[in-house]
């Protein structure tokens, strides 16, 4: 059976920046469709980033999404930083004019919009097939949903569906400029049923590579170390996770605390940013538009930065017919994201270990790096700064 459906903004994506998108229009008295392929069991169990800046914090209190993060959410105001066996307190709201981060999971993210999203009785579609953009200048798309052949007409089209999604081919190959960076080494991350060693998220630098202590609950530890681009997680058995965990994160007087490990992978690390953001009337956002490695904890936040913007410009374009802020998405949201991959960048050069090339020298300069960020306030506020957004 087939039918034709209309709505002003089709949402390809139902993670967070899609649903964030979707709710944010919901508030202007603006229609949406969003379009997600997995199941609802699947998107809410998806577990990603856990870091909120402070900015991402005060949004989603903003818009009627802070009950369970206020009850939840685990606020910090400092990070860790180990190297040479000693652990460096960076104090975030000190140095920030009282901004910090929260530690809530994203797909907990998640959760709080799909029931936004219900309670309004907002459209989203989850288990869709063959989705496919037909036109970007009077936007059209075509899917399959419960065995329905679907024909979507709307204003505009955001393309909220991840990296490996459909929408930036959507931008004729002439009109983009796509831009990226491998870096030659991944994390190992495991979720662990185990109360956290510490109550900071703690970043350590080790001669035999990077590890990092989250938080996701009080109940659950977040643990990442790093690994060769190309490894396999089978090269990777517990002990030997938590053997070099053990190892890398090690200070005087502190202990890792081991547990069942409910979930493991490894996370490839990449920078990649396309430009421009937009198209006609197709916007992209997230991670259709950009990938930045984890170091930074900025993904889920850009993200959520960019519909945003978007958001705020669709509600003056139907309020007003002013169309400067939806033809500036771009130029706006790509400033915000040079510099979190600049940060992020930054970070992941600072604490891993690079191949061998310089006979010893590169470990030297991030040695003289952290010294330099633990022993200068100026250095110290730089980092928490960026960090906290």
């Known amino acids: 059976m087939s039918r034709g459906l209309r709505t002003q903004v089709a949402i390809v994506g139902g993670g967070p920046a899609g649903l964030m998108l979707s709710h944010l229009l919901h508030l202007e008295g603006i229609e949406s469709v969003v379009l997600e392929r997995r199941s609802r069991e699947y998107v809410e169990k998806r577990v990603r980033a ?15 999404l802070g009950e369970r993060l206020g009850r939840e959410g685990l606020a910090h105001h400092g990070i860790e930083l180990r190297f040479d066996g000693q652990a460096h307190r960076v104090p975030l709201s000190e140095l920030t004019g009282g901004r910090g981060i929260t530690i809530y999971g994203q797909q907990e993210v ?39 052949s679907i024909d ?18 959507a931008i004729p190959a002439q009109s983009r400029r796509l831009f990226e960076r491998a870096y030659p080494f991944g994390w190992v991350g495991i979720l662990v049923a185990a109360a956290p060693s510490t109550d900071l998220v703690t970043y350590a630098w080790h001669e035999r590579g990077f590890a ?25 058995p517990e002990r030997r996770i938590w053997d070099e965990l053990h190892t890398r994160l090690a200070v005087p007087g502190w202990s890792l605390r081991e547990g069942p ?32 490695p984890p170091t930074g904890a900025k993904g889920l936040n850009l993200a959520l930065a960019d519909v945003r913007v978007l958001a705020d410009a669709l509600a003056t374009w139907y309020r007003t017919g002013q169309s400067s802020g939806l033809d500036a998405y771009s130029t706006t949201c790509l400033k915000r994201v040079w510099r979190a991959q600049d940060f992020s960048a930054w970070m992941t050069s600072l604490l891993h270990r690079f191949p061998e090339t310089h006979g010893g020298f ?18 110290a506020t730089s980092l928490a700064e960026n960090y906290v957004g």
């Open 212 to 236: 990092l202590h989250s938080l996701r609950s009080p109940e659950i530890t977040r643990l990442y170390v790093q690994c060769d681009r190309d490894d396999d997680i089978s090269q990777w």
């Open 152 to 169: 979507l007409r709307a204003d505009y089209i955001a393309g909220c569906d991840g990296f490996h999604g459909i929408c930036r081919d």
């Open 261 to 292: 490990i409910l979930e493991s992978g490894i996370t490839g690390m990449r920078s990649f940013v396309v430009e421009p953001m937009q198209y006609q009337r197709l916007f992209l956002a997230g991670d259709a538009a950009h990938i930045v």
């Open 50 to 64: 856990g870091v909120l800046e402070q900015g991402t914090v005060d949004l989603l209190h903003a818009t009627g």
């Open 110 to 148: 998640v959760k709080d919009l799909i029931e936004a999203r219900r309670a309004a009785a907002g459209a989203v579609h989850f288990d869709i097939a063959d989705v496919g953009i037909v036109d970007v200048e009077s936007p059209q798309l075509q899917y399959t949903h419960e065995g329905n």
């Open 362 to 379: 590169d470990p030297r300069l991030q040695r003289a790096r952290l010294e330099y960020i633990v022993g200068s306030e100026a250095a």
